[in-house]
């Protein structure tokens, strides 16, 4: 009742922030895990693990091959979700590593990956693999939110503030 008595921008200004108010919602347990990893970042340690880092390494290699299959044997759509996934097993690689990873470079593979639901990326891409490398894929997806925890952690990590911004949160819950 509250938004039949609102005008049509307001009504659609309203519709856009509960959308945005459950996106948040969903990100609020990567986010919390996400700032917690960034000390281990901070410090110098991997988040992933040499166990992960060898998933991250085998599902990245997996997904190159899809991507050099010929044109017609993988259409747009799965060439395209599988670039998103190569470039985030690439990043977090780089956060095992040490090595540099902007938050713009995060960002962009985060808002890429955002259009993508799990769900989708395992039905789209399994029927290309055989068994053990679906095994691996299905691994790789089922670790989706803390990946994203990692990468979070890493653009925490990189903020001058992350150590006050970190505290803060952690100690508030």
Known sequence: SYRSGLDERSRSDE???????????????????GIALSRTISQGESPLGFSKANNVMKVRGILLNILESPQDTVGPDVRESTRVLAILCSQL????????????????VLR??????TGFLRDRLSPLLPDSDRAQLNSFLGDM???VSVLIGRAVSNSELSTTFDDRIINNG
């Open 15 to 33: 519709e856009s922030f509960q959308a945005l108010i459950v996106r948040a919602i969903i990100l609020l347990g990567p986010l919390r895990e």
């Open 93 to 108: 690689l780089r956060v095992h590593s040490g090595r540099d990873l902007t938050n713009a470079e995060i960002s962009a």
């Open 112 to 117: 890429a990956l955002s259009a993508y639901e």
């Open 145 to 147: 939110p803390f990946l």
